[in-house]
């Protein structure tokens, strides 16, 4: 069975600072790897995701995360928040074979401080 | 935005009474999965349709139910409404023809069962 954990349900930061948040993810197989965004009364909107290759992946609005299998972690970061990133993230997890079936953690609130 | 669309936006319903929500997948896309958001919550994998069977459930009850149909758009039944059914519906496609691509979201159905 997958399973997603992401930690700090709520995570703040000023305008212009680092943003951090962490998943770890528990998979019996190699697994893809997505970080969605959330925003008010709104559906998911993909942020990045890893399949294959580079384990260093881009997304859009600047957010970036790092695959380490040996920490079975996909961190996502971005060097300066802007206020429009306020918003939830949720970290996915997603079989290569079979149903193409999301595990998603519980989610990262993000608040951005001016 | 996706070409993911979910109608109604929002619905009440009365405890045991049964409900029907709509989802058009995005042109070209032939799986479409639904998700379950509680309040707080990450999303729950209910079920996904590929070529109008259910292919893969997760942990719901058989009261929740689907179709497919042969254009790729969905539908969820929920019969007998529990107040814990009150939740945002998600429903999402994607192409097992491409099986490293992700899931497009629509904006989601809000349920609310008083």
């Known amino acids: 069975a997958q399973s997603v954990t992401q930690l700090g349900s709520h995570v703040s930061v000023s305008e212009g600072a680092l943003v951090l948040l962490r998943c770890n993810y528990s998979s019996s197989v190699p697994p893809y790897l997505f970080w969605y965004v959330q925003y008010p009364n709104q559906g998911l909107q993909l942020l990045l995701k890893y399949t294959t290759g580079a384990t260093l992946v881009k997304g859009i609005n600047g957010f970036e995360a790092e695959f380490k299998k040996s920490e079975t972690s996909f961190h996502l970061t971005k060097p300066s928040a802007h206020m429009s990133d306020a918003a939830e993230y949720f970290c996915?997890?997603?079989?290569?074979?079979?149903?193409?079936?999301?595990?998603f953690g519980q989610g990262t609130r993000l608040t951005i401080n001016p | 935005e996706t070409g993911v669309t979910q109608s109604p936006t929002h619905l009440i319903k009365t405890r045991g009474q049964q409900v029907t929500l709509r989802c058009s997948s995005q042109?070209?896309?032939?799986?479409v999965s639904w998700y379950q958001q509680a309040l707080g919550q990450g999303p729950q994998f209910i079920f996904q349709y590929y070529r109008e069977e259910e292919n893969g459930r997760g942990n719901f009850p058989p009261r929740f139910s689907g179709l497919q149909f042969p254009n790729y758009s969905s539908e969820l039944n929920v019969n007998a409404l529990e107040l814990d059914d009150s939740a945002l519906y998600l429903c999402?496609?994607?192409?097992?023809?491409?099986?490293?691509?992700?899931?497009?979201f629509g904006q989601g159905t809000r349920l609310t069962v008083v």
């Open positions: 042109s070209g896309h032939n799986t």
């Open positions: 999402a496609s994607s192409s097992t023809d491409s099986p490293n691509t992700e899931a497009f």
């Open positions: 996915a997890v997603r079989s290569i074979q079979g149903a193409q079936k999301l595990v």
